[in-house]
């Protein structure tokens, strides 16, 4: 087992750069499964969830080649899968967005069967909106012990309307959709960042989705996907949490290959908090000199404050002078890390989905746990500007989402290392 061990108190200099967007990615690459012919994807991040998803799809028969040996750029050949059954239950249920499989198989063969999807599980992660989409558009949905089973005769493009935000259920009605005759109309769509991704995907491949951003995304069915090349847009998330971090331990950092406008919930809460954020076309810089500011936030779907920064935030604002209160509007509870930061000194009183957070500057290290992807990212946060030394353990849930976090953060001053210890031992 590998835990990450941080010494904190070192500022942050230098420059950084994000990488692809692990949540645009994990919904492009089940998306080529409905093209005719082979796909280019580049940007990709290196992380293990995009390997996850990878191997999912050459298991079902797709040909998939790192081209030049580069693992950020994958030509993916989908013409040898011809089965709808996805038979690789443990791969499917290492990762949450193995669902995408769901909407792109029924949307290429009219039928589908995929084994649960498993991923972060902070709280209750319901798929009802998603088979509520399937359902509209004509399908039968089935759900087996172990898998979900889709069948239909004959799919037709109808109005989906959703009386929950919902990303994945956003995207899984535009695969579904994508190639289903006439025309389908969803409303109260989701407008992340990856949904626009998804959709100029789909569009690169020859689809006819217009509205992807907006609250009403409408989509013409068309017969055939052909060949792409696409580039996956910077990981919002990823920048926000080096954002976060240069924040919580101070310092001066070009962060790179970003979108500034895809950070600006993010930016606004950090200038809130006294953090400086300088935007340039395709960077952004962040400098902290003085002391932190407490703030409120509260999570709400896009353009709204993201729940995936709501983590990385309590752990920033518990070094914040002052009181803070961040409310999570999206996720029932995602507040199960707080006893976590608590181990390290954070003054944190959670009122349902509500946490007061009692702001001080003497985090202090301690042995910690990271509970989801976003939690474990909130411990490196606090590490970073706690005294003293903390090991995180269960960095396998950091590493699904992060590429190379150690080398990007030590390049930019943190002392931060992996260490391989014996389980039992030393925990
Ligand atoms: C995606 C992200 C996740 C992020 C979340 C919200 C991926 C792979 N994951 O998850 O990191 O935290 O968006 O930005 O992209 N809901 C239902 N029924 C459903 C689906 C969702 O009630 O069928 C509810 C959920 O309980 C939640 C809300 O809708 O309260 C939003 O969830 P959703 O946007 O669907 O999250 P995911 O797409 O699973």
Redesign the pocket.
């Known amino acids: 087992m590998d835990k990450f061990v941080i010494n904190g108190r070192n500022k942050l200099y230098g420059e950084i750069s994000v990488s692809g967007a692990k ?1 645009a990615a ?1 919904a492009i690459i089940p998306a080529v499964v409905l093209a005719d012919e082979p796909c280019v994807i580049e940007n990709l991040p290196k992380i293990k969830d995009v390997s996850v998803i990878l191997s999912i799809l050459k298991h079902m028969g797709a040909e998939v080649t790192f081209i030049d040996g580069d693992e950020s750029r994958v030509r993916i050949d989908p013409t040898g899968i011809t089965s709808h059954k996805v038979t690789c239950d443990k791969l499917v249920g290492d990762m ?2 193995s669902y995408y499989l769901l909407g792109a198989l029924l949307g290429k063969f009219g039928k589908a069967l995929v084994p649960f999807p498993g991923g972060c599980s902070f709280c ?7 088979l509520k989409a399937f359902e509209t558009l004509g399908a039968a949905c089935n759900i087996l012990p172990t898998h979900i089973e889709l069948m239909s005769d004959k799919l037709e493009g109808r109005q989906i309307y959703f009386d ?6 956003t995207m899984n009605a535009m695969l579904a959709a994508v190639k289903v005759p006439g025309k389908t109309v969803i409303d109260r769509a ?1 407008k ?1 960042p ?1 949904i626009v991704d998804l959709a100029n995907f789909l569009n690169s491949m020859g689809a006819n989705i217009k509205g992807a951003g907006t609250d009403v995304i409408k989509i013409r069915g068309v017969e055939r996907l052909h060949s792409c090349t696409y580039s996956i847009i910077p990981d919002q998330i990823e920048a926000g949490t080096y954002m976060a971090a240069v924040a919580a331990a101070g310092g001066n950092v070009l962060i790179k290959d970003v979108i500034p406008e895809h950070l600006d919930s993010i930016t606004a809460k950090l200038r809130d908090t006294g953090t400086i954020v300088e935007e340039y076309d395709e960077a952004v810089r962040v400098i902290r000199e003085d002391e932190l500011k407490s703030c409120n936030v509260k999570t709400m ?1 896009h353009p709204g404050f ?3 920064m709501q983590p990385q935030f309590v752990a920033l604002l518990s070094t914040a002078h002052g009181r803070s209160r961040v409310m999570e509007c ?3 509870s995602r507040f199960s890390y707080i006893p976590q930061l608590r181990k390290m000194g954070a003054d944190i009183i959670e009122n349902g989905n509500i946490a007061h957070i009692y702001g001080k500057q003497d985090l202090c290290g301690a042995k910690v746990h990271a509970l989801d992807l976003r939690a474990g990212a909130a411990m490196v946060i606090a590490a970073l500007a706690a005294y003293g030394t903390t090991e995180i353990s269960d960095i396998r849930y950091i590493e699904r989402g992060y590429e190379k976090i150690i080398e990007k953060l030590s390049s930019i001053g943190a002392d931060i290392r992996r260490v391989t210890y014996k389980e039992n031992v030393d925990e």
């Open positions: 949540n994990v949450r967005a209750e992660r319901p798929i009802n909106l998603h929950v935000v919902s990303v994945g259920a989701a992340e990856h779907p993201p729940t995936d999206v996720w029932e």
